[in-house]
């Protein structure tokens, strides 16, 4: 009977430990971009899924996309309950603090998240603030900025070439409201979870074509 009950507490930790995956292989984490700056995990979890305990290393900007009931439980932990808002976000210095979690979607509809890993430690000279009507800054650590974007209908921002990337997010306020983003070469259409990478040296224009406000998360790279 001894040996029974090692074998089987060996088991379980066995399960327990084979159960959790560095965050890149979680299966609701979708790698969508990978540089030398960032890799961008896109998350969709949808009503009532739990994805497995994952595991995070790597100083992270999350940034919430939907408006959704959430859960969450670290490893050995309680679980707790919170809500998403769209729009908002939290610097995760996992670097120095690790954790492994699980999470989990306790409500009715899919729930978008993205987890932004920064790889660059940053450098002591970051670039001067943007400026502009619509443009406040939400986050500033060493190694990335981040500035909240709202437009007016009809509104216009260019955000100039300088030495660092930019990765620009789109949230909605109002649904799915369509806004356009043009460079000197090209034109489309973003709605709410779109993202667009601008590296060192390059200009970009933001605009909003349509009839309600329009919002985006640009984060800078030091």
Not at 114 to 126: A, C, F
Not at 135 to 159: H, S
């Amino acid at each position: 009977m001894k040996h029974a009950a090692v074998f089987i507490i060996t088991l379980l930790i066995f399960c327990r430990l084979s159960a959790q995956v560095p965050v890149v292989q979680e299966p609701r984490h979708h790698l969508v971009l990978s540089n030398d700056y960032v890799r961008l995990l896109d998350v969709w979890i949808k009503p009532g899924d739990t994805t497995l305990y994952h595991h995070h290393a790597t100083a992270s900007v999350v940034v919430f996309i939907t408006r959704t009931i959430t859960g969450s439980q670290p490893l050995g932990g309680n679980p707790s309950s919170g809500q998403a808002i769209p729009g908002n976000t939290f610097f995760a210095a996992y670097d120095e603090k690790p954790i492994t979690h699980r999470v989990w979607n306790q409500d009715t509809s899919v729930y978008h998240v993205m987890d932004i890993e920064v790889l660059q430690k940053g450098s002591t000279h970051p670039p001067a603030p943007l400026r502009g009507q619509g443009i406040k800054i939400t986050l500033e650590e060493n190694m990335v900025r981040e500035y909240r974007i709202q437009l007016d209908p009809g509104a216009r921002l260019q955000i100039p070439a300088g030495t660092t990337p930019h990765l620009l997010i789109a949230i909605s306020r109002t649904g799915d409201k369509a806004t356009a983003v043009s460079s000197s070469s090209s034109q489309d259409a973003m709605t709410a979870g779109d993202y667009r990478w601008y590296p060192a040296g390059k200009s970009f224009l933001l605009g909003n074509d349509g009839t309600a406000g329009s919002d985006f998360v640009l984060l800078e790279f030091n």
